[in-house]
């Protein structure tokens, strides 16, 4: 190829935006929602009012709390010709293809109704998505599954209703496990928001053009698919899977420094933090309650993430690199206590990240200053030349 033209670093400012709403500090591995440490929000608060708090700025008072609450236990039916759609989809589709494809198509049901300058209907918007996207991960697991699909009931709170709905059956009564549904609410706060992310960029570009926002939001879920981003919490299972015991580690760390080979520490390392990811530690020390709950102390798979985690971690490469486990490498070891299946792994974290894209989205479009995404590029091609007939070419 020919010249190579300068690299303009200015051109950066194109592709970064402000926001208040997240704060990422890579180097020291801390993470703050609205100013809140997500180390505190996991302890002492729940998803829902998470939810509030990244929509709202500020965490509600108790009657603000109650009315969200209410506002989006109306909105988590979805509507019946929605269903149909499901059965367009093979049985064995991928859950999140089949998130990404009913997500997309609310934009038809809701086109005419959402004038995205409206402040009401942006918050309108964000309360359908953050109530539907359950309804919606659930129905898709039943799909996979061939049952009946189970509606939302309005005397649950978020995490009961969502595991009701993917395990309850018509033919028996099914008691949400509070530890189970706790479990969830603490790994939903963890995975709310985080900054300019891949699929949190990505919503904020498709909504920078004005485009619907039910629309812009399928796009983070297919961004979010992605093994090197939302779906590595899908990997990482199927990596210690692969790995099969502790013996084998040293092969596959191998593996992992390998340039020639393609296999990567699925859950280890990231574009930010160059320290611990701080809601993997949270995750970590989650793990050894819910597994003594479930009698499952001697999890393997759990017993694997942590003699991985102890050997990278005294390895040179990834020390150097500052490669540290991140927020998908342990919390498929919760999931699948809580008897989630493996391809359903990325669908939770789509609908714990739906609050973070739609606070974005509603930042970005009550921004009087938004324009179009328009990121630029440091070219690389030919410099101008001339047309050659076909008969004329080499
Ligand atoms: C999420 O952005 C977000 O905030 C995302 C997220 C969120 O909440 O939205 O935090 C969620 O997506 C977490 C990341 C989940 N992905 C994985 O766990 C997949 C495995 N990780 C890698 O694919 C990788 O670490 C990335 C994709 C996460 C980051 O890729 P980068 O930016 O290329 O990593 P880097 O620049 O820090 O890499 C530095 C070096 C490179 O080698 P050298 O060129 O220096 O020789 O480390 C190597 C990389 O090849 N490297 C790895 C590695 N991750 C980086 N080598 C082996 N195994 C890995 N996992």
Redesign the pocket.
Known sequence: KQGVFTYDPAFTATCSCDSDITF?DGEAGKLMYRGYSVEQLAEHSSYLEVCYLLLNGELPSADEMEAFRDAITHHTMINQSLVKFYDGFHYDAHPMAIMTGITGSLSAFYHDTTDVRDPEHRKIFAHRMIAKMPTIAAAAFKHSVGQPKIGPKNDLDYTSNLLRMMFAVPAEEYEVDPVAAKALDVLFML?AD??Q????STVRMAGSTGANPYAALSTGIAALWG????G?NE??LNMLAEIGDASQVPKYLEK??D?NDPF???????????NF?P?AKVIRGYCHQVLEHYNMQNNKLFELALELERVALEDE??VE???YP????YSGIIYQALGIPVNMFTPMFAIA?TVGWAAHWCEMMADPKMRIARPRQVYTGYDLRDYVDIDKRG
Do not use: C, Q, W
């Open positions: 990422i995975h985080h900054e992310n891949a699929s949190t093994p090197a981003h939302g590595a990997a990482v992992a420094k340039k990567k520490l699925m859950g280890f390392g990231h574009r930010v933090y160059k990811d809601r490469y990834f690199r500052k490669l991140n927020v998908d490498f990240r």
